[in-house]
């Protein structure tokens, strides 16, 4: 009878650990401190335990297995006393079934269906587990010596995930409703952050607009009202010698206490310079630190290559910034079959946004592979196809690309909610098919 009760018992306590390894598993350190703070009974201990998860587990391991090797051994020992050896086979294969449903399916259903609830109810038996002396010695004990058959490197594995991961949790949470789509949004544009390089948010050379350091408070000021810009950077000897920033703000104190004649060059801040290559969440970083709302962007043989504001590094964030003094033409907008965007638009943007898949390389803009692939530059209404879609060059500005028609040919349209473009302009869709007609067959002709 006796032998009966402790099968019963170790049965019992590898169900409980099974339950405790499956919910120590899955559970995440970032859920356990939201338990925290919702003041769960169980959560500060669980939040410790996750801590160094891979010393947890071991004992729990070590236990689990000892339950088993018992639970066979006095079942073996049982059978074989009331029964004679030959039963024994057929009541360990009896056992293993018994074994797995109950010790090991079950509980860890459990666990994996419950699995804050499980956590915080098995957090305080494993640390207390942890705590029992005999134990905690034999694991660290078998745990050296299975450290000299692993490689020096493999001493402690940390648990990570990579990008591709997070987007797919993401994804998981929002098709959960557990977050919303804009918040997907937002953490898939922090990720991507961190791959993004300074030259692909920045407003290039061509575009900066500058003031020379003989100008005066006055011009200054009216250069930024025509602009709408806060910020100056202020040249010497042109836009590779850059030797200052000023701020709107200072500039009309100045206005006020010096008179309109003041020279700029005697108020100006340094500038901060940064390598084009810079990681775009480093730069973040950076300008939360040091409070600088806008740097210099130097190329590799340190001439000026652009300059980048803190806004361009919010906007890769949350998307464009308007406001009321911003004149830019849209970067893209939908058009009947397709997209019409700014030369600069960055194209593996543009390959998110119509799930296309336009080819990259050692150009980071539209503009740029348009280039790449013409070996030329384009006239305006010059046509070319690349990876299947239609490209007509419709804006050209100083051997700059400033606007590009993409389609995909044969007058199929881009996934981009055109439809949903022509309602809004009070258009029917026979008339936008119409429009679309003519505008394929005016690219037809022009190729």
Not at 269 to 277: D, K, Q, R, V, W
Not at 315 to 335: A, K, M, Q, R
């Amino acid at each position: 009878m006796l032998g009966v009760v402790a099968v019963v018992v170790f049965v019992f306590a590898a169900a409980v650990l099974a339950a405790a390894e499956t919910s120590l598993t899955n559970m995440t350190r970032a859920r356990a401190t939201a338990l925290r703070e919702e003041e769960r009974k169980g959560a500060e201990i669980l939040e410790s335990l996750l801590q160094n998860r891979e010393r947890v587990l071991s004992p729990v391991l070590l236990v689990v297995l000892f339950c088993q090797l018992a639970a066979a051994t006095i079942v073996a020992a049982l059978v074989q006393d009331w029964f004679g050896s030959r039963w024994v086979i057929a009541a360990l294969a009896i056992e293993v079934v018994l074994f797995f449903v109950l010790a090991e399916a079950v509980p860890k259903a459990w666990a994996l269906q419950n699995s804050s609830r499980a956590a915080l109810a098995m957090a305080p038996i494993v640390s207390a587990l942890l705590k029992f002396p005999p134990i905690r010695w034999l694991t660290g004990l078998l745990l050296r010596v299975a450290g000299f058959f692993l490689p020096e490197s493999s001493g402690r594995i940390a648990v990570v995930a990579s990008d591709d991961e997070l987007l797919a949790f993401a994804k998981a949470a929002v098709d959960s409703d557990v977050i919303e789509q804009s918040e997907r949004k937002m953490i898939e544009s922090v990720i991507d952050l961190g791959d993004t390089l300074v030259r692909e948010v920045m407003t290039p050379r061509p575009d900066m607009v500058s003031l020379d350091a003989a100008a005066t408070v006055d011009q200054a000021i009216e250069l930024a009202i025509e602009h709408g810009f806060s910020r100056l950077p202020i040249t010497n000897e042109g836009v590779d010698d850059i030797v200052g920033v000023v701020h709107v703000k200072h500039l009309v104190g100045l206005q006020r206490k010096y008179g309109g004649d003041e020279p700029v060059s005697k108020h100006m801040s340094a500038p901060s310079y940064i390598p084009e290559s810079k990681p775009g969440d480093d730069l973040l970083r950076d300008m939360q630190a040091t409070q600088v709302h806008l740097a210099i962007v130097i190329d590799e043989y340190g001439g000026t290559a652009g300059l980048v504001t803190l806004e361009d590094l919010i906007e890769e964030l949350i998307g464009e910034i308007v406001d009321e003094f911003d004149n830019e033409s849209p970067v893209l907008e939908t058009i009947f079959g397709g997209v019409r965007v700014h030369g600069r638009m960055p194209v593996d943007e543009l390959n998110d946004i119509i799930e296309g898949e336009l080819p990259t390389g050692d150009w980071d803009t539209v503009g740029g592979l348009i280039f790449n692939t013409l070996g030329h530059v384009p006239v305006e209404g010059e046509v070319l196809e690349v990876a299947g879609l239609k490209m007509t060059v419709d804006g050209i500005h100083d051997r700059r690309i400033t606007s590009v028609q993409i389609r995909q040919p044969r007058g199929a349209r881009l996934d981009l909610e055109a439809e949903r473009a022509a309602a809004e302009r009070g258009v029917p869709t026979e008339t936008a098919e119409g429009e679309l007609a003519a505008a394929n067959k005016q690219d037809e002709s022009i190729s």
